[in-house]
């Protein structure tokens, strides 16, 4: 192999660092089912909306998040990280509390919100969202993941 095409291996920052805040595939999933289903006229990531929804209905107020089973500690598939415990213990941890203000805040706001793990098949995500658009006043969630 030429000297040119070697590849180094990636660092554990390096790699951490790629991992993406919006325009994950699991978002990019979830729009491409709701546009399929007919669910139209969201916003994608809106930074005046507290939290930046990854799908926004700001005129019914309906706020979804995609939560990944890692990041947000899913209790049916979170496997918590030998190397370097405490800093992943902490990072997840907080990662929860920031979800669970972030979605008391919207609540008193008037907000429906919907947290889906990455993990629902996503004809459960599309009845997460239509159930929760016909019913955008409810002060509880649907489909949360124990927030």
Same mark, same amino acid.
């Given at each position: 192999?030429?000297? *040119?095409n070697?590849?180094?291996k @990636?660092? %554990? *920052? $390096?790699?951490?660092?790629?991992? %993406?805040?919006? $325009?994950?595939?699991? $978002?990019?999933? !979830?729009? #491409? /089912?709701?546009w399929?289903? *007919? !669910?139209?006229?969201?916003?994608?990531?809106? =930074?005046?909306? @507290? =939290?930046?929804? &990854? /799908? +926004?209905w700001?005129?019914? #107020?309906?706020a979804?998040?995609? &939560?990944? +089973?890692?990041?947000?500690? +899913?209790?049916?598939?979170? /496997?918590?990280?030998?190397?370097?415990?405490?800093?992943?213990?902490a990072?997840?941890?907080?990662n929860r $509390?920031? &979800?669970?203000?972030?979605?008391g #805040? !919207?609540?008193? %706001?008037g907000? @429906?919100?919907?947290?889906?793990?990455?993990? !629902?098949p996503? =004809?459960?995500?599309?009845?997460?969202?239509?159930?929760?658009?016909?019913?955008?006043?409810?002060?509880?969630?649907?489909? &949360?993941?124990?927030l």
């Amino acid at each position: 192999m030429p000297l *040119g095409n070697a590849r180094r291996k @990636l660092t %554990r *920052g $390096e790699i951490m660092a790629r991992i %993406r805040s919006k $325009e994950t595939g699991p $978002e990019i999933a !979830l729009r #491409k /089912v709701l546009w399929a289903a *007919g !669910l139209r006229g969201y916003r994608k990531n809106p =930074g005046n909306v @507290l =939290g930046k929804p &990854d /799908v +926004c209905w700001k005129g019914r #107020k309906v706020a979804v998040f995609v &939560d990944s +089973c890692f990041w947000h500690r +899913c209790p049916a598939h979170y /496997v918590a990280p030998k190397t370097n415990a405490p800093f992943w213990e902490a990072k997840t941890r907080r990662n929860r $509390e920031r &979800d669970r203000e972030v979605s008391g #805040k !919207l609540r008193e %706001r008037g907000w @429906l919100v919907i947290r889906l793990w990455t993990h !629902l098949p996503t =004809g459960g995500m599309v009845r997460a969202v239509r159930l929760g658009l016909a019913r955008n006043r409810r002060e509880h969630s649907v489909a &949360d993941p124990g927030l």
